[in-house]
């Protein structure tokens, strides 16, 4: 297994890495919407932090020389499902290939944010 860090991405708040790589597949720990160069939760509402999150991911995908279009499976948490539509188009703008994807409710989730996104990623060949 290799750990992948990046600091275009917030730093893990406990005891986890950002992502994972093993063989040619990358796990992703689950994002909030953390702005990375200030260390604080982004203003606004679930369209605000969704694209936070979103920049979040793609960071750290980068970071392990992957892209959004090589994520196969991504799971998404939102604190209300009233924000699954507004939640929906912002996703939508950065998961263009339509990668397969749960989307459950939760009850809270680390440091009250609306949403977090986690995702596995298939890397490309040239880093088999």
């Known amino acids: ?25 990358l796990f992703t720990s689950g994002q909030i919407p953390i702005d990375p160069t200030t260390g604080e939760l982004v203003e606004g509402g ?23 279009e090589n994520v196969v499976k991504t799971t998404c948490f939102l604190t209300d499902m009233c924000d699954f539509s507004a939640f929906n188009a912002v996703y939508a703008t950065y998961f263009t290939t339509k990668p397969a994807r749960s989307c459950v409710a939760v009850r809270t989730l680390p440091k009250n944010v609306l949403a977090e996104v986690e995702c596995i990623a298939e890397l490309p060949s040239s880093h088999s």
């Open 1 to 25: 297994m290799q750990k992948i860090h990046t600091d275009a991405a917030p730093a893990a708040i406990g005891p986890y890495s950002q992502a994972v790589r093993t063989g040619d597949l």
């Open 46 to 68: 679930i369209e605000a932090q969704t694209e936070q999150i979103c920049k979040n991911l793609k960071a750290v995908l980068e970071a392990a020389g992957a892209s959004l």
